[in-house]
């Protein structure tokens, strides 16, 4: 696998969508290509703060549910 490649699965990889044939490829190349590991580490971290944000959202609209229902409980 080229570093192109790994541009190219990297986020079927974070996902877990790649072969496991391919996986193997990647995780070869990552292991020899410092520049590629930090892509994915980098892709990585962007993810989980992506997630967390995404979570933070979802909680406060229901946060904001919850308070509509309560106003209209009081009008
Ligand atoms: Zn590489």
Redesign the pocket.
Known sequence: M??DD?KRVIYFFLDGQLGSNKQQDLTQ??DR?P??GA?INIQRRLRMFVRQRLIRITASDRLKTRLARSLRALT
Do not use: A, K, N, P
Request: net charge neutral; with cysteine.
């Open positions: 080229l570093c790994v190349h990552v290509c520049d590629c892509r």
